[in-house]
T-cell receptor, first 113, second 115 residues
Framework: ETGVTQSPTHLIKTRGQQVTLRCSSQSGHNTVSWYQQALGQGPQFIFQ???????GRGNFPPRFSGLQFPNYSSELNVNALLLGDSALYLC????????????FGEGSRLTVL | AQKVTQAQTEISVVEKEDVTLDCVYETRDTTYYLFWYKQPPSGELVFLIR??????QNEISGRYSWNFQKSTSSFNFTITASQVVDSAVYFC????????????FGTGTRLQVTL
């Protein structure tokens, strides 16, 4: 069984740039959610994708957007990066109908300079 | 709005000591789930337990045990005979039924177990 994989593991960007983070869900999972974890904080829910549609969103501005592909993999895009976007971005996959049983990847650590 | 409070920022214990991590939650919903996750230095969140709001039975799994008390809105986690491998950040989280995978996490408790 293949777990959740994320890429890249680390990246550095400058303010105003755009970034794309990628996530491959665990085999058999059709739902992907994204979380942002700032240093020393708990993860915060960004959004969830199911059947290629966003079906839940946290308190994040529209410059945070995403995609889900037919193979259930997903991308998180962040435009116009701010210093405050520096964080660990975690992807989690799950099966629809199995409440809360999320399987997380190791995350992509984004540093914005 | 939902909130999870983990008042203990960091705990240090010596191996073989017992340690309890506290979690207090706030919600007006009557149907919800509570979770504990472990985050080792590698970064991924490892699922430890899920408990629904209608099941107040305490649970034991090896050296781990959980105490859910609805009356005090608490869901505490105890590690018995701690080991160095237990060193990690532990998060308590709350999920309201029907809100997709929107977990509300606490700020975490860093546990350091030394020899």
């Amino acid at each position: 069984e293949t777990g959740v994989t994320q890429s890249p593991t680390h990246l550095i960007k400058t303010r105003g740039q755009q970034v794309t983070l990628r996530c491959s869900s665990q085999s058999g999972h059709n739902t992907v959610s994204w979380y942002q974890q700032a240093l020393g904080q708990g993860p915060q829910f960004i959004f969830q994708y199911y059947r290629e549609e966003e079906n839940g969103r946290g308190n994040f501005p529209p410059r945070f957007s995403g995609l889900q592909f037919p193979n259930y993999s997903s991308e998180l895009n962040v435009n116009a990066l701010l210093l405050g976007d520096s964080a660990l971005y975690l992807c989690a996959s799950s099966s629809a109908g199995v409440t809360g049983e999320l399987f997380f990847g190791e995350g992509s650590r984004l540093t914005v300079l | 709005a939902q909130k999870v409070t983990q008042a203990q920022t960091e705990i240090s214990v010596v191996e073989k000591e017992d340690v309890t991590l506290d979690c207090v939650y706030e919600t007006r919903d009557t149907t919800y789930y509570l979770f504990w996750y472990k985050q080792p230095p590698s970064g991924e969140l490892v699922f430890l337990i899920r408990r629904n709001s209608f099941d107040e039975q305490n649970e034991i799994s090896g050296r781990y045990s959980w105490n859910f008390q609805k009356s005090t809105s608490s869901f505490n986690f105890t590690i018995t005979a701690s080991q160095v491998v237990d060193s990690a950040v532990y998060f308590c989280a709350l999920l309201i039924t029907g809100t997709a995978s929107k977990l509300t996490f606490g700020t975490g408790t860093r546990l350091q177990v030394t020899l």
